[in-house]
């Protein structure tokens, strides 16, 4: 394709995705060419038809072999496609009418054009996302959903070295920042000239609504403070968070805990994550039910789940902060030295809440997971961590996506299952291949267990790198599915 077809190809991408109006086919032509750094444009004979990726990437090798970028730095192709792109989406204002326009008619139709729209301006990055690898994983708690991700690129070597020499930069604050729509990026920072982003009111208060560019389920949306705050469980978070499902009950939203390693990895802007996705945790079970004095119409009990969910229901949401709050401030102060729950160790604390809300019919629902950030000299990354033996498959932080059942795994899995698959096909000794060898242990201990066979060994390790995060949520739950546990778990509420 060459540069003048692709522009072409670029434009009428645009016209046809409603990103530009037929009588704006010149000046997004010349905007492209301003972007590219090119001073001319001959129409070609006919326009090719191609996904949007080629589309760009012909845009991007014509800039690298001009010198205009470092053609084989991710980073730098990423910045220039997003600031073409970003020449062709909308100001926020138009996006902000559209959306409000269909809000006042569905929310419903807002969010299905505003998700489209992210992915037609090519913010969420469609060709990435299709390359994640997905399945479930059957497991005592119902089918829990493995995602190996893909779509987030790693860390860019040439980025990262270029990056020390720049001077310490303030703004945008952080990535979740406002001032992220329409930024242009740096090699520290994601280029963002291609994001739009829409105000809404939670519980009386200016805040934003966006997709995640990575998607981790489908419509995973962001719901940001207006302000640089940090995040904070407490009556107002669960408030917000019935407040934003009333408006958008096609939805769900949840917020990641406010302490370190049982939080998101942002702490410093308060933000919740929702979208149209069931996951694992909603489908799970009332296993235990129990009713607090003076709550009685709100239904309460423990969900069947490795983690420890209080799940609250009721028709009227200001029963569920009035209760809420009530076991978060008990849960907050609460020690029970037989459980090896503490509160606070030398000053610091450890108690807090991974809330989830929903609507279930004209139920407003909320889900309460326990976590505690305790460290001990075994466990020296947390106590109701993964544990060492399951880091092979998952180090990094539970936060609220996988505490809901849907593991996020890092891209370093798909060659090093595949490498697993075909040791365990072949005989060969897993120690001495790198990428098998951090496995080892684990795939000798499964594979006397079945019959392994060219055709089904990646099943057998997909279904039990399922069953490695089925136990990585065990270890992340406070009180554990033993007897001891329950009782200590039926203490608690006792205690709220």
Same mark, same amino acid.
């Given at each position: 394709?060459?540069?003048?077809?692709?522009?072409?190809?670029?434009?009428?991408?645009?016209?046809?995705?409603?990103?530009? *109006?037929? !009588?704006?086919?010149?000046?997004?032509?010349?905007?492209?060419?301003?972007?590219?750094?090119?001073?001319?444009?001959?129409?070609?004979?006919?326009?090719?038809?191609?996904?949007?990726?080629?589309?760009?990437? #012909?845009?991007?090798?014509?800039?690298?072999?001009?010198?205009?970028?470092?053609?084989?730095?991710?980073?730098?192709?990423?910045?220039?496609?997003?600031?073409?792109?970003?020449?062709?989406?909308?100001?926020?204002?138009?996006?902000?009418?559209?959306?409000?326009?269909?809000?006042?008619?569905?929310?419903?139709?807002?969010?299905?054009?505003?998700?489209?729209?992210?992915?037609?301006?090519?913010?969420?990055?469609?060709?990435?996302?299709?390359?994640?690898?997905?399945?479930?994983?059957?497991?005592?708690?119902?089918?829990?959903?493995?995602?190996?991700?893909?779509?987030?690129?790693?860390?860019?070597? /040439?980025?990262?070295? #270029?990056?020390?020499?720049?001077?310490?930069?303030?703004?945008?604050? !952080?990535? @979740?920042?406002?001032?992220?729509?329409?930024?242009?990026?740096?090699?520290?920072?994601?280029? /963002?000239?291609?994001? &739009?982003?829409?105000?809404?009111?939670?519980?009386?208060?200016?805040?934003?609504?966006?997709?995640?560019?990575?998607?981790?389920?489908?419509?995973?949306?962001?719901?940001?403070?207006?302000?640089? $705050?940090?995040?904070?469980?407490?009556?107002? !978070?669960?408030?917000?968070?019935?407040?934003?499902?009333?408006?958008?009950?096609?939805?769900?939203?949840?917020?990641?805990?406010?302490?370190?390693?049982?939080?998101?990895?942002?702490?410093?802007?308060?933000?919740?994550?929702?979208?149209?996705?069931?996951?694992?945790?909603?489908? #799970?079970?009332?296993?235990?039910?129990?009713?607090?004095?003076?709550?009685?119409?709100?239904?309460?009990?423990?969900?069947?789940?490795?983690?420890?969910?209080?799940?609250?229901?009721?028709?009227?949401?200001?029963?569920?902060?009035? @209760?809420?709050?009530?076991?978060?401030? &008990?849960?907050? *102060?609460?020690?029970?030295?037989?459980?090896?729950?503490?509160?606070?160790?030398?000053?610091?604390?450890?108690?807090?809440?991974?809330?989830?809300? /929903?609507?279930?019919?004209?139920?407003?629902?909320?889900?309460?997971?326990?976590?505690?950030?305790? $460290?001990?000299?075994?466990?020296?990354?947390?106590?109701?961590?993964?544990?060492?033996?399951?880091?092979?498959?998952?180090?990094?932080?539970?936060?609220?996506?996988?505490?809901?059942?849907?593991?996020?795994?890092?891209?370093?899995?798909? *060659?090093?299952?595949?490498?697993?698959?075909?040791?365990?096909?072949?005989?060969?000794?897993?120690?001495?291949?790198? @990428?098998?060898?951090?496995?080892?242990?684990?795939?000798?201990?499964?594979?006397?267990?079945?019959?392994?066979?060219?055709?089904?060994?990646?099943?057998?390790?997909?279904?039990? $790198?399922?069953?490695?995060?089925?136990?990585?949520?065990?270890? #992340?739950?406070?009180?554990?599915?033993?007897?001891?546990?329950?009782?200590?778990?039926?203490?608690?509420?006792?205690?709220?």
């Amino acid at each position: 394709m060459t540069v003048n077809e692709a522009i072409a190809a670029l434009v009428s991408y645009a016209a046809e995705r409603g990103l530009i *109006s037929g !009588c704006e086919r010149v000046w997004a032509v010349n905007s492209v060419l301003a972007v590219l750094k090119l001073d001319s444009f001959t129409p070609p004979d006919s326009v090719p038809q191609a996904p949007l990726h080629e589309i760009l990437d #012909a845009l991007l090798d014509d800039a690298a072999g001009r010198g205009l970028i470092d053609g084989d730095s991710v980073t730098c192709r990423d910045m220039l496609d997003t600031a073409v792109m970003g020449a062709l989406t909308p100001r926020p204002a138009q996006v902000i009418e559209k959306f409000n326009s269909l809000c006042a008619q569905s929310p419903r139709a807002a969010t299905d054009w505003y998700y489209n729209f992210s992915q037609d301006t090519n913010y969420i990055r469609r060709d990435r996302i299709e390359r994640d690898v997905k399945w479930r994983t059957a497991t005592e708690y119902g089918e829990l959903d493995i995602t190996i991700n893909l779509s987030k690129p790693e860390k860019d070597p /040439r980025a990262i070295a #270029a990056a020390r020499d720049l001077p310490a930069a303030g703004y945008p604050r !952080c990535q @979740l920042c406002a001032e992220n729509e329409g930024y242009a990026g740096r090699l520290d920072h994601p280029a /963002r000239a291609n994001h &739009r982003i829409v105000p809404v009111t939670v519980n009386g208060s200016p805040w934003f609504l966006q997709y995640s560019p990575y998607v981790y389920y489908n419509e995973h949306c962001i719901v940001l403070n207006s302000e640089h $705050t940090p995040m904070r469980i407490d009556r107002d !978070c669960f408030r917000k968070l019935l407040d934003f499902v009333r408006q958008f009950p096609h939805y769900f939203v949840g917020s990641n805990a406010d302490l370190p390693i049982v939080g998101g990895s942002i702490l410093a802007h308060d933000h919740f994550q929702g979208g149209r996705y069931t996951f694992p945790m909603e489908r #799970a079970p009332v296993e235990h039910a129990f009713t607090f004095p003076g709550f009685e119409d709100v239904r309460c009990g423990i969900v069947k789940w490795p983690m420890s969910v209080l799940r609250l229901a009721c028709a009227d949401p200001g029963r569920l902060v009035d @209760l809420a709050e009530r076991v978060l401030t &008990r849960w907050r *102060s609460y020690t029970d030295e037989s459980a090896v729950v503490y509160a606070e160790t030398d000053g610091v604390m450890h108690n807090t809440i991974t809330p989830i809300a /929903r609507r279930r019919g004209g139920d407003y629902e909320l889900d309460l997971v326990l976590r505690n950030n305790l $460290t001990t000299p075994e466990h020296p990354l947390g106590l109701y961590h993964p544990h060492a033996e399951l880091h092979h498959i998952k180090r990094e932080n539970i936060g609220l996506i996988e505490v809901m059942g849907l593991a996020i795994l890092p891209s370093r899995l798909k *060659s090093e299952l595949g490498a697993v698959a075909d040791g365990l096909v072949s005989g060969a000794e897993l120690r001495s291949d790198p @990428l098998a060898a951090p496995h080892a242990d684990w795939a000798e201990g499964f594979a006397p267990h079945y019959r392994i066979t060219a055709e089904n060994a990646r099943d057998i390790v997909r279904r039990e $790198t399922g069953l490695v995060f089925a136990r990585v949520l065990e270890h #992340a739950g406070v009180f554990k599915r033993t007897d001891a546990g329950r009782e200590a778990f039926l203490r608690f509420l006792s205690a709220v």
